[in-house]
């Protein structure tokens, strides 16, 4: 479903070329969940923008549900992120002027989908919300909010799910009840997940965790934080 061939990516810095990846290879199956784990500046965000089609890689070759990233125009990506990506970020990016229910439907009024608000509230009460539709983000606690965030990420039913540091701004029970909430959706619609997390709890809920450190990825059979 994700397969990245020595993807390789340099950055301009102020000092001049920065190397970001450095030969990444990673292959994730079908409705599998994987963990990425390794220290800040290692590269991982980035190669989550890569798989989202938000960032192109300087080379090798990114494939994603059979198609090459490289190989799609702006639009085309903007049409296939939208029919097969699901992506939670750590600052929730909730819209601030739309209801919990306006925010899960959105993603959904985009794509020209039928019942977006029944399709959202439906999600939202699968995510513990039932009876918050109706509130705005700053009227909810920031677990809530990120509960929002996961159902909109889900509600389109993409085959993907990407995940960067989900519960990084939350305390430890309200980071647990989100990462419930997410492992739930995952399991009931199948989806193949990456997850970015430093935390050895969420790794361990994957079927397997690959370390970064550098730009470079090892590929690991156990989901092991190593620190």
């Known amino acids: 479903m994700i397969s990245l061939d020595n993807v390789q990516l340099t950055l301009s810095g102020g000092s001049g070329p920065v190397p970001v990846l450095r030969g990444v290879n990673l292959h994730v199956a079908q409705g599998e969940a994987v963990s990425v784990v390794g220290p800040s500046g290692s590269g991982k965000t980035t190669m989550l923008m890569l798989i989202a ?27 296939f992120r939208r029919g097969n990506i699901g992506i939670v970020f750590q600052a929730f990016h909730l819209v601030s002027t739309m209801t919990a229910l306006e925010n899960v439907a959105l993603p959904m009024e985009f794509a020209h989908m039928d019942n977006a608000f ?10 513990g919300l039932a009876g918050r539709e109706n509130h ?67 790794a361990e809920r994957c079927d397997r965790a690959v370390h970064m450190r550098n730009g470079c990825i090892n590929n690991g059979a156990a989901p092991t934080v190593v620190p």
């Open 118 to 127: 029944s399709r959202a509230k439906e999600v939202l009460g699968q995510v």
């Open 53 to 79: 089609g938000l960032e192109r890689a300087g080379s090798g070759t990114v494939r994603v549900n059979g198609s090459d990233m490289s190989a799609l125009g702006e639009d085309q990506l903007a049409r």
């Open 136 to 202: 705005y983000p700053s009227q909810l606690s920031g677990g809530e909010q990120q509960r929002v965030a996961i159902a909109r990420a889900f509600a389109p039913k993409p085959s993907i799910l990407l995940a960067d540091e989900p519960t990084g701004n939350l305390d430890q029970e309200t980071g647990a009840k989100v990462m419930d909430a997410l492992f739930q959706l995952k399991s009931e619609y199948n989806v193949t997940m990456l997850l970015i997390t430093h935390d050895p709890a969420m």
